[in-house]
């Protein structure tokens, strides 16, 4: 099993819509969890992170933690074609005195105008 | 002012060759990384150095040789290419000390071996 698990899509969506994207993960160690957004053919940009289970809001984006069932989400409310992008969760844990970063697979999402 | 910017973008080469990328970040951090995306877009981590010295190596090859010369660079030299090294190569740095560091990604350097 995968430390990080996520649907890797893609998902299509028109324009206004709510998007819900989720992780699950194994390793209890993990102690913050991220989200990065990819445009295509660029390097991956921190769009959110959280430290504690419950909700954390950002203009139209929430990233939601639950550690009791080590399942992430991130939803993006009217969503729009700007945000056509692949998602990528990320969760931290440290490694012999270094941080390290262990990405889901990424979901490639579509907003259609 | 690129913050970590990666050379070359595109690298096409063949089968055999030995090939280096290199990677430098102006943000005054002290760990760098290399990570490697797969066509399938999955982002694993290669290498994590700290202030020059090697942290992390996630059971690289050892055909993947990475060399810091200072904090600010990060090289990845590559020998022997093989098909299966097609992808796209992410440079990254980030302050050390707080497990919410944001890492910064350069914008990839696409390696096809041919």
């Known amino acids: 099993q995968k430390e990080v698990e996520q649907d890797p899509g893609p998902l299509s969506v028109p324009e206004g819509a709510i998007v819900s994207l989720n992780c699950t993960y194994s390793?209890?160690?993990?102690?913050?969890f991220m989200w990065y957004r990819q445009y295509s053919r660029k390097g991956p940009e921190l769009l959110m992170y959280?430290?504690?289970?419950g909700n954390k809001e950002d203009g139209r984006f929430t990233a939601q933690v639950d550690k009791s069932s080590k399942y992430i989400s991130l939803f993006i409310r009217d969503s729009q074609p700007s945000d056509s992008a692949t998602y990528l969760c990320?969760?931290?844990?440290?490694?012999?005195?270094?941080?390290?970063?262990?990405f889901g697979k990424g979901t490639k999402l579509t907003v259609n105008p | 002012d690129t913050a970590v910017s990666q050379t070359p973008k595109y690298l096409v080469t063949q089968m055999g060759n030995d090939k280096s990328i290199k990677c430098e970040q102006n943000?005054?951090?002290?760990?760098m990384y290399w990570y490697k995306q797969d066509s399938k877009k999955f982002l694993k981590i290669m290498f994590s150095?700290?202030?020059?010295?090697?942290?992390i190596n996630e059971t690289v090859p050892n055909r993947f040789s990475p060399k810091s010369p200072d904090k600010a660079h990060l090289n990845l030299h590559i020998n022997s290419l093989e098909l299966g090294d097609s992808a796209v190569y992410f440079c990254?740095?980030?302050?050390?000390?707080?497990?919410?560091?944001?890492?910064?990604f350069g914008q990839g350097t696409r390696l096809t071996v041919v």
């Open positions: 959280t430290y504690s289970s």
């Open positions: 150095y700290n202030n020059k010295e090697l942290i």
């Open positions: 990254a740095s980030s302050q050390t000390g707080a497990l919410n560091t944001e890492a910064f």
């Open positions: 943000l005054g951090h002290d760990t």
């Open positions: 390793n209890s160690a993990f102690q913050y």
């Open positions: 990320a969760m931290t844990t440290s490694q012999g005195g270094s941080e390290k970063l262990v």
